[in-house]
């Protein structure tokens, strides 16, 4: 994860990668079974697609 700044700006929108996503993802879900954290990320990956920030 990137220093506390860096986070900021990538969440603000600024040099967002799907990486971050997914390691917030990781970190806010963790206690959540695997499945339903895919779930998740598949409906955050295809607000990404449609933002024409294609994930990585």
Do not use: H, Y
């Amino acid at each position: 994860m990137p220093d506390e700044r860096k986070l900021r700006e990538r969440l603000a929108g600024v040099g967002l990668t799907w990486d971050t996503v997914e390691a917030v993802a990781d970190i806010c879900f963790r206690d959540e079974s695997q499945a339903v954290t895919s779930r998740r990320l598949e409906r955050a990956r295809a607000l990404w697609k449609a933002a024409g920030n294609p994930p990585r």
